[in-house]
């Protein structure tokens, strides 16, 4: 194993890692501000208020990007596996 391959399947993993983080992070950082948003206008301090919206929106994004997500992680894990002869040999 070449320090090239290496590096190729370190970049496959950390962009798979990044696509499938980018919808989770992105909903909580734009609900965060949103309800960031609502407080600073309301003047309401209420942790609760910004967990809960927090979490729900996550777990429908979750549910909306799931098939997807998984597809992608089962893709990239059956190439992985079916290039391991490749790469030992």
């Not at 370190?10 to 990044?18: F, G, Q, W």
Request: glycine share 6%; hydrophobic share 60%.
């Amino acid at each position: 194993m070449t320090p090239e391959t290496v590096l190729t399947q370190s970049n496959e993993a950390l962009k798979l890692a990044l696509m499938l983080g980018a919808p989770l992070l992105l909903t909580a950082l734009v609900v965060g501000l949103v309800v960031g948003l609502f407080q600073a206008a309301t003047q309401i301090n209420e942790m609760t208020l910004s967990f809960i919206p927090k979490v729900v929106a996550m777990a429908a994004v979750v549910v909306a990007t799931g098939p997807w997500m998984l597809g992608m992680l089962v893709d990239y894990t059956r190439r992985l596996i079916e290039s391991i002869p490749a790469l030992v040999g």
